[in-house]
């Protein structure tokens, strides 16, 4: 597991476009190298301005949008076209506009699927696990950036502080009932599943989140704190806004954009 890198960007807006460079760079190396690549999204706010970002720059031309797996780190378990869904907000800041591949885009599904949350996780962990190589040695792809948004509570994707979903070993996927964010049934890729990714991006933006970036930062236990057991492989960074890096040590964020 990597040590976190913290990046610091002087607000929300320039940290999404930020990152949507980032991105950009990452997804085209890895295109160049092994042909294609896996992208994990997430909902909220910086989440989704990512994504929107991503859309408004010429240079995502760069990417190969064909040769892109784009998998959800989980999802609001409402039905396809829910103005809540990740997806739903996934697709109209992104998705619609650029040429992905329909087979390549793995959607967690909804009620509408005549699934229980508990089928469609089933049947989600099935998809990654078709999706994993031998080389990925387990039952999810090597996800080569897991975009993680962050809730003031330390939560990730939806794993929330003291809930069952935290402790999963086994399963890559699980189903989440009574989430303290609404909606209260959603989907979520577990911390086996995270922690698969070569990398995992952690955004987060405002001063509601300080606290929960310093405790993810000081190592505090992830079934308190969620993003503290949010580590890449390869490699883990902390891309943050000024507010929102306002309470970890001064030597630890590196101001990118003063
Ligand atoms: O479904 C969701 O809501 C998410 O995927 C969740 O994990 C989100 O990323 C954080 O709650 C941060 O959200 P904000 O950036 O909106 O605070």
Do not use: C
């Not at 990512?50 to 999802?75: F, K, M, V």
């Amino acid at each position: 597991m990597s040590v976190p890198t913290v990046i610091v960007h002087r607000d929300a807006d320039l940290l999404a476009q930020a990152v949507a460079a980032r991105l950009i760079t990452r997804l085209v190396d890895t295109q160049a190298a092994r042909g294609s690549a896996h992208l994990v999204l997430t909902g909220g706010t910086v989440g989704i301005a990512t994504l929107a970002a991503l859309a408004g720059t010429p240079a995502h031309d760069a990417i190969d949008w064909r040769a892109l797996d784009i998998w959800w780190g989980d999802e609001r378990f409402l039905p396809t076209g829910d103005p809540e869904r990740n997806e739903t907000g996934a697709r109209l800041a992104l998705l619609d506009k650029v040429d992905v591949d329909p087979s390549r885009v793995h959607v967690m599904p909804g009620p509408d699927s005549g699934l229980t949350a508990e089928q469609a996780a089933e049947g989600y962990a099935a998809e990654l696990a078709r999706a994993a190589r031998p080389e990925d040695h387990g039952p999810v792809p090597s996800f080569d950036v897991l975009l993680l948004g962050m809730g003031p509570d330390g939560h990730v994707a939806s794993l929330f502080p003291g809930q069952p979903a935290l402790y999963e070993e086994e399963r890559t996927v699980v189903a989440v009932h009574g989430s303290p964010k609404p909606p209260p049934t959603r989907l979520s890729l577990t911390f086996p599943a995270l922690r698969a990714a070569r990398e995992i991006w952690v955004v987060a933006a405002g001063a509601e989140k300080a606290q929960a970036v310093h405790l993810a930062l000081a190592e505090a236990g992830p079934f308190q704190v969620p993003a503290a057991g949010a580590r890449g492989r390869q490699r883990t960074l902390f891309l943050l806004d000024r507010a929102a890096a306002a309470k970890i040590p001064a030597t630890m964020g590196r101001m990118a954009s003063p």
